[in-house]
């Protein structure tokens, strides 16, 4: 059906800078909210930002100013461009997507399967 397939994710130092990717693909019809989560080890997942189809963003607060959400809606792919790193924003980042497929009449969520960030000296 669909896939969100995630890259870019790694060991970086603090202050450094990583991107993801997170691709769709699939029998595609049209894609709503595309955003990215994280789970660091003993802590429940969290919201890390959201873009809309229409290209509105939104952040938690612990990245704003740092993060930057885009989607390049050609490539049903979205982005995270993420600077000055701190060893707090180490976890595994998901992305999340609403996407209507082929045969179905609503947006159903779709998940990635993860990609590990790792910020340490």
């Known amino acids: 059906q669909v896939q969100l397939v995630e890259s870019g994710g790694g060991l970086v130092q603090p202050g450094g800078s990583l991107r993801l990717s997170c691709a769709a693909s699939g029998s595609i019809i049209s894609i709503g909210a595309m955003n990215w989560f994280r789970q660091a080890p003993g802590k429940q997942r969290e919201l890390v930002a959201t873009?809309?189809?229409?290209?509105?963003?939104n952040y938690a607060d612990s990245v704003k100013g740092r993060f930057t959400i885009s989607r390049d809606n050609d490539k049903n792919t979205v982005y995270l461009q993420m600077n000055n790193l701190k060893p707090e924003d180490t976890a595994v980042y998901y992305c999340?997507?609403?996407?209507?497929?082929?045969?179905?009449?609503?947006?159903?969520?779709?998940w990635g399967q993860g990609t590990q960030v790792t910020v340490s000296s």
């Open positions: 999340n997507a609403g996407i209507l497929t082929i045969g179905k009449l609503r947006f159903t969520d779709y």
């Open positions: 873009i809309t189809s229409g290209g509105s963003t």
